[in-house]
């Protein structure tokens, strides 16, 4: 059997369907794909272990298309493969080779960019805004280690993508964590859109800083199938205790095949008329030049998938706070009456994990603050807690790839570095990943360290993804402010059990107890603390206990509130407006943060009801500095109890 012949032919194959699946949906990138059409050949038709009749096989090697652009050649080999494809796991279906030509029409499962909740399992998390990959990657080979495993995750990076810094923070997490079944592969075609890539992203250069990381890396031709065989069983074989991660970085040609789609000038072009009809008669040609060894014996055995049978997780009840608190030698903190949101936080990950051995935590040097390190500290359960570093982007993807693998990831730091990853966030959700995000030192609470450490406009990010639906028809992500430490106890519970994304802020100061363990908090939900009739004031957080205060100084003025704490967007909308209405139609909104949350929630509530209701908000309208105090920062601010009765006060025209 000639292997070389057999991937030539078939890399020709993949490469022609590449262009004709471009050309048919008028968009695309055709040569990028073309540069990939020998490591695809090896990797989906040789070296991988998968079913394409089960792609998502739990004990399947997976491939991640970091490089997610270059889809259409991976789009190919499964139209030739017939791999399995659909969003209704009761009606899938075996690609045909017809289906390559309704790439990115509204109906196809071959979307624009890899996503697996397109109705594509080969996948395993949506990718194309670049740079992440790879920790998705790494996530996933983490979750094969803590799951024992033997499954090997292959991703393909391109040269340019790799000046992104998330690829830097990949690579120093696989080295951290010694991930050697996972292996990244540099597709290094020397070309990005607008130019060539720099110098710094040259094969060389790769190699060489790769090397320096710790990498056993093999510089390869991207199109010599016995180099690409070779790096690959390298890869496969590099198994034992004194294994290192490895890394392949291969020298490829954008267009390879078609002389005249070589280089630049055609990213994102699909070859069309003349153009296209010229490219597959050079690939014709080159089919004649390479494969002439080739005979109707030769063809690739995909190997299934090892047999080892997924471990079942096991999940038991988790138990009250108070009830953690003593067993975990915490009952005199009860007695004191108050306790902070991102502590209350750390005793619910460590309670959790002991009865679902699904939950992994993840943090960014920052567990000693989040108190995520309660869960690291118990001696079974630290296996199942990553430590990221400071590097918060790859630490969301890699959470994207272990919520692939089926883990339920929380990822916790300060709220304010949880901005840097917005991105990454919103391509979890694509993905449908079981993501919860937990911020600490949220809003203006944390005083002294000033707005560098400050989360000011979280809430209204994260707010307009609870406005849309996910795959699964819920809310893009749950918001959740807890006012108090029952409340974080509680509401950490919930986003276990609850299949989708959640973010939870928590807060640096000790907080009153508003709650006990009767209450139950669900998503969606909030909690009425005392009825008025004159007006609602909704607030949440740490704004919570500020308007309690408010309330007594409202009520010497004659005032009868209503205090609502909205923990949760979304919200009910047709009770909340209900409770305005039968407070006469007033309601102001209180957050320490900028604007676009709580208060553009209920007004977008207010006009979908068509009430004529009165709004008024209050949030933080300024760029703060340090204070000594959470009051000062009330203070400054205009949030204190004083300037709430203030408020209400002048929309109530009382004198």
């Not at 982007?393 to 790839?401: H, L, R, Y």
């Amino acid at each position: 059997m000639s292997f070389e012949a057999a991937v030539h032919a078939q890399a020709i194959e993949l490469n022609k369907m590449s262009l004709e699946m471009t050309a048919a949906a008028g968009a695309g990138h055709p040569s990028t794909a073309m540069s990939l059409g020998h490591i695809t050949t090896v990797l989906m038709f040789h070296t991988m272990r998968w079913s394409p009749d089960y792609p998502s096989y739990p004990t399947s090697d997976r491939l991640v298309l970091s490089e997610g652009h270059a889809v259409p050649i991976v789009y190919a080999a499964a139209c030739k493969l017939g791999v399995v494809v659909g969003k209704d796991p009761e009606k899938r279906r075996k690609l045909q080779l017809s289906d390559a030509k309704k790439l990115r029409e509204w109906h196809s499962e071959l979307d624009g960019h890899p996503n697996p909740m397109e109705g594509f399992p080969f996948f395993d998390a949506a990718t194309g805004s670049l740079g992440q990959g790879l920790s998705v990657a790494a996530g996933l080979g983490e979750a094969a280690r803590l799951d024992g495993l033997d499954k090997k995750i292959y991703c393909i990076v391109g040269d340019g993508e790799s000046r992104e810094g998330q690829i830097t923070e990949a690579l120093d997490f696989i080295m951290d964590h010694n991930l050697v079944n996972v292996l990244p592969i540099f597709n290094c075609n020397e070309y990005g859109q607008a130019d060539r890539v720099s110098p710094q992203q040259s094969a060389e250069r790769l190699a060489a800083r790769l090397a320096a990381m710790g990498f056993n890396v093999k510089n390869i031709d991207g199109h010599d199938p016995k180099q690409i065989k070779a790096a690959f069983d390298a890869f496969v074989e590099n198994t034992g205790g004194g294994a290192k991660p490895m890394a392949v970085v291969a020298r490829t040609v954008k267009g390879w095949g078609a002389t005249g789609m070589h280089g630049g000038g055609w990213h994102g072009k699909p070859a069309t008329g003349d153009a296209l009809k010229k490219a597959l008669t050079e690939l014709d040609e080159k089919r004649v030049q390479l494969t002439s060894s080739l005979t109707s014996a030769d063809s690739f055995e995909i190997q299934p998938p090892p047999q080892a049978a997924p471990k079942e997780p096991s999940q038991g009840e988790m138990p009250s706070m108070s009830s953690a608190m003593k067993k975990f030698d915490m009952e005199s903190v009860l007695h004191t009456g108050k306790l902070a949101t991102r502590r209350a936080y750390g005793i619910a990950l460590k309670a959790l994990g002991q009865v679902n051995d699904r939950v992994v935590v993840l943090d960014a040097d920052v567990s000693n603050s989040t108190f995520a390190d309660m869960f690291a500290k118990d001696p079974d359960l630290k296996e199942r807690f990553v430590e990221c570093k400071i590097a918060e982007q790859n630490m969301f993807s890699v959470a994207a790839g272990l919520s692939a693998a089926g883990k339920v990831p929380f990822c916790s730091t300060f709220a304010k570095f949880v901005n840097r990853a917005y991105d990454q966030i919103e391509m979890a959700i694509n993905s449908g990943a079981n993501l919860k995000i937990v911020g600490s030192h949220a809003g203006i609470s944390l005083a002294s360290d000033g707005p560098s450490q400050m989360s000011l406009p979280d809430v209204a990010w994260f707010r307009s993804l609870s406005t849309m639906k996910d795959h699964r028809g819920n809310p893009g992500c749950y918001v959740l402010q807890p006012a108090d430490a029952y409340a974080a106890y509680a509401l950490t519970g919930v986003m276990a059990e609850y299949e989708g994304a959640c973010y939870m802020r928590t807060l640096r100061p000790d907080t009153e107890f508003l709650y006990n363990d009767d209450v139950v908090f669900n998503l969606g939900g909030f909690e009425v603390l005392q009825e008025g009739r004159d007006v609602v004031l909704c607030a949440a957080g740490y704004m919570v206990h500020e308007a309690n205060k408010a309330l007594e100084l409202l009520d010497k003025a004659g005032i009868s509130a209503t205090l609502v704490d909205l923990y949760s967007l979304p919200f009910d909308n047709e009770k909340l407006m209900d409770l305005i209405g039968a407070n006469n139609g007033y309601v102001l909104t209180l957050e320490d943060n900028y604007g676009g949350g709580i208060g553009s929630a209920v007004a977008d509530a207010i006009t979908e009801s068509g009430d004529g209701f009165t709004l008024q908000q209050m949030f933080v309208r300024m760029i703060p500095k340090s204070a000594k105090t959470p009051e000062e920062m009330l203070q400054m601010t205009g949030l204190t109890a004083a300037d709430i009765t203030k408020s209400v006060m002048k929309m109530l025209q009382v004198v």
